[in-house]
Protein backbone atom coordinates (compact mmCIF):
# COMPACT_ATOMS: atom_id res chain seq x y z
CA UNK A 1 0.00 0.00 0.00
CA UNK A 2 1.14 2.95 -0.88
CA UNK A 3 2.47 5.62 1.83
CA UNK A 4 0.16 8.33 -0.03
CA UNK A 5 -3.18 6.31 1.01
CA UNK A 6 -2.13 5.15 4.10
CA UNK A 7 -1.22 8.87 5.96
CA UNK A 8 -4.22 10.51 7.35
CA UNK A 9 -5.11 14.20 6.42
CA UNK A 10 -4.01 17.05 8.52
CA UNK A 11 -7.61 17.66 9.61
CA UNK A 12 -8.12 14.01 10.98
CA UNK A 13 -10.36 12.57 8.50
CA UNK A 14 -10.81 8.37 9.01
CA UNK A 15 -8.92 6.62 6.05
CA UNK A 16 -10.97 5.53 3.30
CA UNK A 17 -10.57 1.73 2.59
CA UNK A 18 -9.73 0.25 -0.96
CA UNK A 19 -13.49 -1.51 -0.88
CA UNK A 20 -14.99 2.09 -0.17
CA UNK A 21 -13.35 3.39 -2.96
CA UNK A 22 -14.34 0.50 -5.71
CA UNK A 23 -18.27 0.96 -4.33
CA UNK A 24 -17.77 4.70 -4.74
CA UNK A 25 -16.54 4.73 -8.23
CA UNK A 26 -18.69 1.72 -9.01
CA UNK A 27 -22.08 3.89 -7.63
CA UNK A 28 -20.33 6.95 -9.90
CA UNK A 29 -20.00 4.71 -12.91
CA UNK A 30 -24.21 3.92 -12.43
CA UNK A 31 -24.72 7.75 -12.42
CA UNK A 32 -22.90 8.78 -16.09
CA UNK A 33 -24.79 8.20 -19.03
CA UNK A 34 -24.01 5.30 -21.45
CA UNK A 35 -22.61 3.34 -18.65
CA UNK A 36 -25.58 2.27 -17.33
CA UNK A 37 -25.65 -0.38 -19.58
CA UNK A 38 -22.06 -1.21 -19.09
CA UNK A 39 -22.04 -2.22 -15.66
CA UNK A 40 -20.97 -5.55 -15.87
CA UNK A 41 -18.15 -4.29 -17.69
CA UNK A 42 -15.74 -2.70 -14.96
CA UNK A 43 -13.89 0.11 -16.31
CA UNK A 44 -10.74 1.34 -14.30
CA UNK A 45 -11.05 3.86 -11.45
CA UNK A 46 -8.83 6.60 -13.74
CA UNK A 47 -11.22 5.54 -16.68
CA UNK A 48 -14.79 6.32 -14.76
CA UNK A 49 -13.15 9.50 -12.96
CA UNK A 50 -12.13 10.92 -16.35
CA UNK A 51 -15.42 10.14 -17.74
CA UNK A 52 -17.16 11.71 -14.93
CA UNK A 53 -15.01 14.78 -15.12
CA UNK A 54 -15.85 15.49 -19.03
CA UNK A 55 -19.90 14.82 -18.30
CA UNK A 56 -19.29 17.60 -15.49
CA UNK A 57 -17.93 19.78 -18.14
CA UNK A 58 -20.47 18.97 -20.91
CA UNK A 59 -22.97 19.89 -18.08
CA UNK A 60 -21.74 23.28 -17.00
CA UNK A 61 -21.75 24.10 -21.04
CA UNK A 62 -25.24 23.25 -20.88
CA UNK A 63 -26.16 25.42 -17.98
CA UNK A 64 -24.18 28.67 -19.79
CA UNK A 65 -25.74 27.95 -23.56
CA UNK A 66 -29.11 27.53 -21.27
CA UNK A 67 -28.87 30.37 -19.39
CA UNK A 68 -27.54 32.60 -22.05
CA UNK A 69 -30.72 31.51 -23.89
CA UNK A 70 -32.76 32.32 -21.01
CA UNK A 71 -30.90 35.93 -20.84
CA UNK A 72 -32.17 36.34 -24.46
CA UNK A 73 -35.79 35.17 -24.13
CA UNK A 74 -35.64 37.76 -21.29
CA UNK A 75 -34.92 40.93 -23.14
CA UNK A 76 -36.99 40.03 -26.12
CA UNK A 77 -40.21 40.08 -24.12
CA UNK A 78 -42.12 42.59 -22.44
CA UNK A 79 -41.40 42.26 -18.70
CA UNK A 80 -45.15 42.24 -17.62
CA UNK A 81 -46.30 40.40 -20.24
CA UNK A 82 -48.21 36.59 -19.73
CA UNK A 83 -44.80 35.22 -21.46
CA UNK A 84 -42.53 36.80 -18.70
CA UNK A 85 -44.73 35.45 -16.07
CA UNK A 86 -44.52 31.93 -17.37
CA UNK A 87 -40.51 32.46 -17.24
CA UNK A 88 -40.45 33.71 -13.83
CA UNK A 89 -43.09 31.03 -12.22
CA UNK A 90 -40.41 28.19 -14.28
CA UNK A 91 -37.18 29.82 -12.56
CA UNK A 92 -38.47 30.42 -9.50
Request: net charge negative; with cysteine; proline share 2%.
Given at each position: MSSRRSRQSS?????????QIIQLISKLQQLLPGTRIQRS?????????????????????????LSDRLSQLLSTI???????????????
Open positions: SGASRISDDNKASASKVLHETCNYVKSLHREVDDDADSPEASIVRSLIM
